[in-house]
Structure formats: C-alpha cells, structure tokens
C-alpha cells in the first residue's frame, strides 16, 4: 500500500512538472525577440556571421558580426552590445 501511494505521488507531481514547463515553453514562444551583436562567445553565437551560416561558429568572444537572439529591449542594457551588426 504504501509503494502505491508513493507511485501516485510521483506520478502526479511529474503531471503538474509537465503542465508548468508546457506553459513556460508557451511564455517564451510570445515573448519577441531581437537579434543582439557582439556579445556572443567563440562558438556560441545562435546563427550566421559574415563569413559562415551556421550556428556555433563565432571564432572569438564578442565578434561583432555573431549575434544572439535575446528577449527585445535587453541589448541595450549590456555593455559592447549593437542591434546592428559590426564589421
């Protein structure tokens, strides 16, 4: 009896788990976003640069043709970063 109500325990906190990461996941896809320069790491940029299409091929930290995309509004508020890309 009590390995059962240890299984419908869990069973229900993972329901409710799935039922909050659901609405999270729901949050983030309204949430608009914009492309943010220059603040990337070496490898970690989300898309394309000047010389490459492909994600994660930023060659330095802070190159200022990778981008990442951010929630609007934030890339003004960090130091070094553009909403237009550098050469």
Do not use: H, R
């Amino acid at each position: 009896m009590k390995s059962m109500n240890t299984f419908l325990a869990s069973a229900i906190a993972g329901t409710l788990s799935l039922g909050l990461a659901a609405g999270d996941a729901a949050a983030a896809e309204k949430t608009p976003l914009e492309k943010c320069y220059g603040i990337s790491k070496a490898g970690k940029n989300d898309c394309q640069t000047s010389v490459s299409a492909c994600a994660g091929t930023a060659k330095k930290d802070g190159q200022k043709d990778a981008w990442l995309f951010l929630p609007k509004g934030s890339c003004e508020k960090i130091v070094g970063a553009s909403l237009k890309s550098g050469k």
